[in-house]
């Protein structure tokens, strides 16, 4: 339990943009974290996704750890900035941006930049969705 | 109506809210988008203002009567 947790804690502060997503950017199995997509990739953010369908462990000890009891979740240099709601609001009144250059500095953007972590060895091959 | 089951709880969590709504988005009771304008959200940050309407939540999140929550809040000014 605690090594997932840190798995999870060590990507929020390492990456620049986490999403912890159902699906992957490439097939969003949920239009909430869609939503989130849109807004991150249409202020061209470098977005660093991670599946929370393979196992319901990651849901669990993610929430544990952010105080956020929904998918999506998105943080920026470590910071929780919300679901998909407070993400297509930040980015509708133009706060996104700031945020984005607040917390990563110059030159954060990079349009297209997308990978995904997964947290699970191997994933399980029965994805419920 | 688990739309009204919401309201009523927001209603007791935000007694001091100016508005409050909760609305069944697709009519299947379980996608709802629920708005409270309040002054206890200034000076909140949004993720904090949100938390506070999940904690008022808490129960319907828990028992799978919300499968999709979409929430707007608003402080006083």
């Known amino acids: ?129 | 109506m688990a739309a009204e089951r919401l309201e009523s709880l927001l209603r007791d969590a935000f007694p001091e809210a100016s508005d409050i709504a909760a609305l069944d988005r697709t009519g299947t009771g379980d996608h709802f988008q629920v708005v409270v304008a309040s002054s206890r959200f200034d000076g909140l940050s949004l993720v904090d203002q949100h938390k506070l309407v999940y904690d008022a939540l808490a129960a319907p999140l828990a028992d799978g009567t919300i499968h999709e929550l979409r929430i707007r809040t608003r402080g006083s000014e």
Not at chain 1, 23 to 48: D, H, K, M, Y
């Open chain 1, 1 to 129: 339990m605690s090594e997932l947790r840190d798995r999870i804690k060590d990507v929020i502060e390492t990456e620049p943009v986490a999403v912890f997503m159902k699906g992957t950017p490439q097939f969003a199995a949920c239009g909430n974290s869609a939503r989130a997509l849109e807004a991150l990739r249409a202020v061209g953010a470098p977005i660093t996704a991670v599946d929370i369908l393979p196992d319901p462990q990651i849901r669990q000890e993610l929430s544990a750890v952010s105080g956020w009891p929904t998918i999506p979740q998105v943080f920026v240099g470590g910071e929780l900035i919300g679901g998909a709601d407070i993400t297509e609001e930040l980015h509708a009144s133009g706060e996104l941006e700031r945020k984005l250059g607040e917390k990563l500095g110059d030159g954060w953007q990079a349009p297209g930049q997308e990978r995904v972590i997964e947290l699970v060895e191997g994933g399980s091959p029965f994805r419920v969705v």
